[in-house]
């Protein structure tokens, strides 16, 4: 199975309110991603997961709160959103972090948050 | 700071002719390089990945690419394309640096239209 889930696929959200994504993978993988793609745009990392742990925070503000309850699970809060935050928020996981290993990222088919 | 850059935004080509996008990245040590593709509709997917041995690697549905490490640039081909192969195409750089393991650049995108 290399499959990564996400929920919801569709979320939309005034700028008051708090909402939660989740993502999940059982492939055994120790890396977690959050990315936020905007329509025509590439991915941008936002956070990255190491063994459960924060490895790695693009400086995104802090309405934004990454979890990772255990290793198959990834969650991103969202709170007091501003409109310019709609976008596809896209989980990811990969075996490892280490570079020159050739870790690919599994993506998950994202959630589509409007906030307005 | 690491960049990736495709040359071409937008391609156009008819069913059965030659593709060929161009990928360059500015960093000089270490990389994983990748390319991924985004059909209409559906999630990012693994086309190939390149992380050591043969600098021409093959992947999925008939695409190849070449990194050539002088030239800092992994450019993707495919002999002839087909209508399925209308897509968004990402070029993706993880440089081998520890901190930033676990961070995937990702090119602006080819997004490649086949005609019938």
């Known amino acids: 199975d290399t499959e990564v889930t996400q929920t919801p696929k569709h979320l939309v959200m005034g700028m008051t309110n708090k909402k939660s994504l989740k993502c999940e993978q059982h492939?055994?993988?120790?890396?977690m991603y959050w990315y936020k793609q905007k329509a025509k745009k590439p991915p941008e990392l936002m956070f990255v997961?190491?063994?459960?742990?924060?490895?790695i925070n693009e400086s995104v503000p802090s309405r934004f709160s990454p979890e990772c309850p255990n290793s198959s699970l990834l969650n991103l809060h969202l709170h007091a959103l501003q409109p310019e935050d709609s976008a596809l928020y896209l989980c990811?996981?990969?075996?490892?972090?280490?570079?020159?290993?050739?870790?690919?990222?599994?993506f998950g088919p994202g959630t589509r948050l409007t906030v307005t | 700071a690491q960049s990736v850059s495709q040359h071409n935004h937008h391609v156009i080509l008819s069913e059965a002719a030659s593709l060929e996008l161009g990928c360059n990245y500015s960093?000089?040590?270490?990389?994983?390089l990748f390319w991924y593709v985004q059909y209409p509709g559906q999630h990012l997917q693994l086309l190939l990945k390149?992380?050591?041995?043969?600098?021409l690697v093959k992947g999925i549905k008939g695409f190849e690419a070449e990194f050539i490490k002088s030239k800092f640039s992994f450019n993707l081909r495919k002999p002839s394309v087909q209508w399925s192969d209308t897509a968004e195409y990402f070029c993706?750089?993880?440089?081998?640096?520890?901190?930033?393991?676990?961070?995937?650049?990702f090119g602006a995108g080819t997004q490649v239209v086949v005609t019938p």
């Open positions: 990811a996981s990969s075996q490892d972090i280490f570079a020159g290993q050739g870790y690919e990222q599994y």
């Open positions: 492939m055994g993988h120790r890396a």
């Open positions: 997961y190491s063994y459960e742990k924060l490895s």
């Open positions: 960093y000089g040590g270490t990389v994983n």
């Open positions: 390149y992380f050591s041995g043969d600098p």
């Open positions: 993706a750089v993880n440089a081998g640096t520890t901190d930033s393991w676990g961070k995937l650049q």
